[in-house]
């Protein structure tokens, strides 16, 4: 062993090695040791790894949480999308033909009995990803058996979830989480296994590229705010869920907005070049810059775990002496035994290795085709296991922010004297004194998609109809979603209606600053009040308990 270090030091460079610092307060001969281990980590990725799993681990727990905490109101039997009728009415338009439904809807709630058992379907999977999740992060190493299960999981779910689950970030969830399964031997849970695949190493690092360059090329193809760089000078303030630090951001000089709009382009166009380049230095840099932006757009908005996600792969940018820091010196002496043959694989991992190679290569072809299209398409899935995808996002900018808000009331909706009571949301925007919140990488997907809501109509929102037939009833489901129930332990209103308000930050020299976070004045009127008799014959148009 201390031959072939010895012999690898001296084939690298002498200022890499330099680079290489011991861990602690060691002797002077443990100090050259362990400064001869870190030069053998260059180019190789088994710490890499167990940073992937446990970052992806995390990922995937935040997700399934999500999923075990509101997923029986949005998708449950009595939820607003139920997804159980949803599935029914894919099996009466396949005619039960199992193939053509799994094709459609890829989910393993077709072998149960999810007409009547949807809710138990719904908690089981949430709750054995969320478990599983919490096992590899704990053990930071995997197998493939674990990282199938945490996939086939998310994705019966993710099948199901139709509106909800509609966002770039489920696919690319997906996506990441299936080349993990490649990262890990079969049964064996070592976090040094036999061998460690640079294929998945460089198709992580492909995703990446295809993300950042996909969502600078939508971007240039879309809003002219992105041409023009004007932009951010809207972006803080009609995001989907700002958070505290939207609002000194949205206030910065217009210089400056145009200083991060041309930053953006550079960062989504031109770095990802730095990702593909086979230069261990020009990856590590450009990884560096990748998580940089980021970190940023964390510190910036509430975009569920978007941007968390897609740190993911910029990890694979960085080998093992890149990331020695993070290690303990045992765990860098077990590491030195696979350094030192790393390029050792056992035949089935290179069979696995070559055809996954293939499975990725011709996946992409649609997806550059799409990149290349003056007609590109983000967030597109061209498989429908959702295995190679295309992202992209704010390829438009809304100038101005609308919210619904939601009023109910006890007396005649038509007296002008009639007293309304406003329901507040966990995140968004209502009350105009409410600090907006800090959730990321959490996310509330009713509130998400009441941002959607707010420039289309109700009658394109099927679920926001039965949304406000709920809270008519006091739903308790419906009733978990939100943050304030104006009619909590009293008799559920008789009318409920919706507003449409046009909301601003409050400005530093305003009068307001201090005293609100927004500003707000009423557009007019969202959906016209409405009772819970007045909704039958819709609710029972479309299935759905009154």
């Given at each position: 062993m201390e031959k072939t270090v010895r012999k690898r030091t001296t084939s690298q460079t002498t200022e890499e090695c330099i680079e290489a610092k011991p861990h602690g307060k060691l002797s002077k001969q443990k100090e050259v040791d362990q400064q001869d281990l870190l030069c053998n980590t260059i180019g190789?990725?088994?710490?890499?790894?167990?940073?992937?799993?446990?970052?992806?681990?995390?990922?995937?727990?935040?997700?399934?949480?999500?999923?075990?905490?509101?997923?029986?109101?949005?998708?449950?039997?009595?939820?607003?999308?139920?997804?159980?009728?949803?599935?029914?009415k894919i099996d009466a338009h396949f005619k039960g033909d199992i193939l053509q439904k799994l094709k459609f809807a890829p989910t393993i709630f077709w072998m149960?009995?999810?007409?009547?058992?949807?809710?138990?379907?719904?908690?089981?999977?949430?709750?054995?990803?969320?478990?599983?999740?919490?096992?590899?992060?704990?053990?930071?190493?995997?197998?493939?058996?674990?990282?199938?299960?945490?996939?086939?999981?998310?994705h019966s779910i993710s099948s199901v979830g139709q509106r909800w689950y509609s966002f770039g970030w489920e696919s690319q969830l997906l996506e990441s989480g299936f080349l993990a399964i490649f990262l890990c031997p079969l049964l064996s849970m070592k976090k040094f296994p036999e061998s460690c695949s640079q294929v998945v190493i460089w198709a992580y690092r492909w995703l990446i590229f295809r993300i950042m360059i996909g969502a600078g090329l939508i971007k240039l193809r879309g809003d002219s705010c992105w041409r023009d760089l004007t932009c951010m000078n809207?972006?803080?303030?009609?995001?989907?869920?700002?958070?505290?630090?939207?609002?000194?951001?949205?206030?910065?000089?217009?210089?400056?907005?145009?200083?991060?709009?041309?930053?953006?382009h550079f960062v989504e166009l031109i770095a990802p070049l730095m990702l593909i380049i086979p230069l261990r230095k020009v990856q590590i840099v450009g990884g560096s810059i990748q998580i940089l932006f980021q970190v940023i757009l964390i510190c910036s908005g509430n975009l569920s775990f978007l941007n968390w996600l897609?740190?993911?792969?910029?990890?694979?940018?960085?080998?093992?002496?890149?990331?020695?820091?993070?290690?303990?010196?045992?765990?860098?002496?077990?590491?030195?035994?696979?350094?030192?043959?790393?390029?050792?694989?056992?035949?089935?991992?290179?069979?696995?290795?070559?055809?996954?190679?293939?499975?990725?290569?011709?996946?992409?072809?649609?997806?550059?085709k799409n990149l290349l299209s003056s007609g590109q398409a983000m967030n597109t899935s061209f498989d429908p296991l959702k295995i190679v995808n295309t992202y992209g996002a704010f390829g438009s900018i809304t100038r101005e922010r609308t919210e619904v808000i939601v009023q109910g009331t006890y007396t005649n909706p038509d007296d002008p004297?009639?007293?309304?009571?406003?329901?507040?949301?966990?995140?968004?925007?209502?009350?105009?004194?409410?600090?907006?919140?800090?959730?990321?990488?959490?996310?509330?997907r009713l509130d998400w998609l009441m941002w959607f809501a707010a420039f289309q109509n109700y009658q394109h929102n099927p679920w926001l109809?039965?949304?406000?037939?709920?809270?008519?009833?006091?739903?308790?489901?419906?009733?978990?979603?939100?943050?304030?129930?104006?009619?909590?332990?009293?008799s559920p209103p008789k009318y409920i209606r919706l507003e449409h308000y046009r909301y601003e930050y409050s400005t530093f020299n305003s009068k307001e600053y201090g005293k609100t976070w927004?500003?707000?004045?009423?557009?007019?009127?969202?959906?016209?009040?409405?009772?819970?008799?007045?909704?039958?014959?819709y609710l029972q148009q479309m299935g759905w308990s009154s």
């Open positions: 190789s990725y088994w710490l890499t790894k167990i940073v992937l799993l446990r970052y992806l681990s995390f990922i995937y727990g935040v997700a399934f949480l999500i999923a075990y905490q509101q997923n029986k109101a949005l998708i449950g039997r009595d939820g607003l999308l139920p997804a159980n009728q949803y599935l029914q149960f009995d999810y007409k009547n058992n949807i809710d138990v379907l719904l908690d089981v999977s949430a709750l054995a990803g969320l478990s599983i999740s919490v096992i590899i992060l704990v053990q930071g190493a995997a197998n493939m058996l674990l990282m199938t299960s945490l996939w086939i999981l998310y809207y972006h803080y303030q009609t995001q989907p869920v700002p958070n505290p630090a939207s609002l000194y951001l949205h206030q910065t000089p217009e210089l400056w907005h145009k200083m991060e709009t041309a930053g953006n897609t740190i993911l792969p910029c990890i694979a940018c960085f080998d093992d002496k890149s990331l020695s820091w993070l290690f303990t010196s045992d765990t860098l002496q077990k590491l030195s035994s696979k350094s030192s043959s790393k390029g050792s694989f056992i035949n089935s991992r290179r069979c696995i290795d070559v055809l996954l190679t293939l499975l990725i290569g011709y996946l992409s072809i649609p997806v550059v004297s009639a007293r309304w009571y406003e329901y507040e949301f966990k995140c968004k925007p209502g009350n105009v004194t409410k600090r907006p919140c800090l959730i990321s990488p959490y996310h509330y109809i039965h949304f406000v037939a709920k809270l008519l009833a006091n739903d308790q489901l419906a009733v978990e979603l939100i943050d304030v129930n104006p009619f909590a332990g009293k927004w500003t707000r004045r009423k557009m007019g009127s969202y959906m016209p009040p409405v009772s819970l008799h007045s909704l039958q014959p």
